[in-house]
């Protein structure tokens, strides 16, 4: 087929770009989406469970709906009769919780009828071809948007063999003296975890985390600070992202206040190295988020192999829109979404840089005249 469009990706990425699909006007029956899970917080849900994650950290817009507003928050102050939340969303200081963000996936995967264009299978190698792109077989379509996702789990090399390790996104418990390495957001909420349930706890980390509320920094997600990002050359564009990648958390009472008073106890402590830090741990924690680069991602590595695709140390080289030059045109589509994104929007694995990266693909379409 020459004419239909194509999601590679059935998480939240291709979620995002669906939606915003179906809210230009396009069918179920014209967006195909290939995926291994038709849920798509199927990945998503069990890594926040482990980390017992309670509220998002995308603020007022930390949502799969195409549109900004409404979001979460007006919808609960409407359900609550309370203006607080847009009160708070105005102040970018809303943070919905993770149960209600996920019956918000629940509810707009039903609406949007995501089940009737979901396809269960793994496309593994992309390939330019007559018309359009063909995926591994399962057709050939005009307009593509690839959303694979992050790569595996990280977990440095030195600690792989050690029986006691265990990923902050895998399921676990505590046992009483716990080191946990790393130092971003699943580090700090795996700090307070494991200090409620008793446990002693030490800190592995080489730096300090910077602490602000988002994942990277909020002018980045203005139109002045993106256009900044976008004039950068190609190295200082691969530093930048090098940069907006170190750990970080939100600041806070909330928490400091739990982390101060089990260090003046003697139940926390900061270690910066592997080095004796885990002599005395009966359990070690690794939250340290996911392999980066798409040279871990064998349906993105192919691609680059494939068609001799510019790339930037760990990043494919994008345009502003999020497509791939040298396989877009005005006829034809190749763009990516999600974490692989980041070239073109560097906070492109939250929901707000999803729904960039799906209004200029969904831009693309309309504007291919031969659709």
């Known amino acids: 087929m020459t004419s239909r469009v194509a999601i590679v990706g059935s998480g939240l990425g291709g979620f995002v770009a669906y939606a915003t699909l179906r809210h230009g006007g396009l069918e179920p029956a014209e967006i195909a989406v290939f995926g291994d899970d038709p849920d798509p917080a199927g990945a998503w849900r069990p890594r926040a469970a482990a980390i017992r994650q309670k509220l998002m950290r995308s603020e007022s817009d930390g949502h799969c709906w195409p549109t900004s507003f409404p979001g979460l928050a007006a919808r609960e102050a409407v359900r609550r009769r309370d203006l607080a939340p847009l009160i708070l969303s105005v102040c970018d200081r809303y943070r919905p919780t993770v149960s209600d963000f996920l019956r918000h996936v629940d509810e707009l995967r039903e609406r949007s009828r995501w089940n009737e264009s979901f396809c269960r299978a793994r496309i593994e190698r992309v390939l330019a071809a007559d018309g359009g792109f063909d995926l591994d077989g399962h057709g050939v379509f ?124 003697g139940r926390f402590r900061v270690e910066s190295g592997l080095n004796g830090s885990l002599n005395s741990a009966e359990q070690v924690i690794c939250a340290t988020g996911f392999q980066r680069g798409y040279q871990h991602d064998l349906l993105l590595a192919r691609l680059v192999a494939d068609h001799e695709l510019e790339t930037q140390d760990d990043w494919i080289v994008l345009t502003d829109d999020s497509t791939v030059p040298a396989l877009t045109d005005a006829t034809r589509t190749l763009a990516l979404a999600g974490v692989s994104a980041q070239w073109a929007f560097p906070a492109a694995d939250t929901l707000v840089g999803m729904k960039v990266a799906a209004r200029g693909f969904r831009r693309r379409i309309e504007s291919c005249p031969t659709r």
């Open 142 to 265: 005009r307009h593509v948007l690839l959303a694979p996702g992050h790569p595996g789990l990280a977990v440095p090399a030195e600690l792989a063999p050690d029986a006691r390790v265990v990923h902050a996104y895998e399921p676990h418990e505590y046992a009483s003296r716990v080191a946990i390495v790393g130092a971003g957001m699943a580090a700090a909420t795996e700090w307070l975890n494991a200090l409620e349930s008793g446990a002693e706890v030490v800190s592995v980390r080489r730096h300090e985390p910077e602490r602000r509320p988002l994942n990277v920094a909020r002018p980045l997600f203005t139109k002045r600070g993106l256009s900044s990002f976008h004039a950068t050359t190609a190295p200082e564009r691969a530093a930048l992202l090098r940069r907006y990648g170190e750990p970080s958390y939100p600041p806070g009472r909330s928490w400091d206040e739990p982390i101060e008073h089990a260090a003046r106890t």
